[in-house]
């Protein structure tokens, strides 16, 4: 699925990742982040955990642990993380996703 081109647009976030490994697209607003991960190449996720996060599967799957509990999901599959909960993940490449973020501030713009 190619995004349209107003998303492709979208100021992209600072992580610790290769844009060449992940690209993103995000808009931020003081309630919450909202970020499409696209995945280049396989990525593994530590646990890790931080204030809730929600989101979808757009392409492709997702090997996600919550709390303990391993699923994996497709396109159209949502998954929701409560705040503070534990949480790792594995993405194959040409996986995308749609994420929201509770934290405005979990990741920066690069503008």
């Given amino acids: 699925m190619d995004l349209p081109d ?3 647009t979208l100021d992209a976030i600072d992580l610790p990742i ?4 992940v690209s993103t697209n995000a808009i931020q607003s003081d309630k919450g982040l ?3 991960f696209t995945i280049h ?3 593994s996720l530590p646990p890790h955990s ?15 642990t919550i709390g ?10 949502s998954y929701n993380i409560p705040s503070g909960v534990e949480h ?3 993405l194959p490449a040409g996986t995308k996703v749609l994420d929201l973020f509770e934290e405005p501030d979990r990741y920066q713009l690069k503008r």
Wanted: no cysteine; proline share 2%.
């Fill in 68 to 77: 303990g509990e391993t699923r994996i999901y497709r396109p159209g599959d």
């Fill in 18 to 21: 290769d844009e060449e490994t």
């Fill in 50 to 64: 931080h204030r809730g996060q929600w989101g979808t599967v757009l392409e492709g799957s997702m090997e996600l």
């Fill in 41 to 43: 190449q396989d990525v």
């Fill in 34 to 36: 909202m970020v499409i």
């Fill in 6 to 8: 107003f998303i492709q």
């Fill in 88 to 90: 790792s993940a594995r």
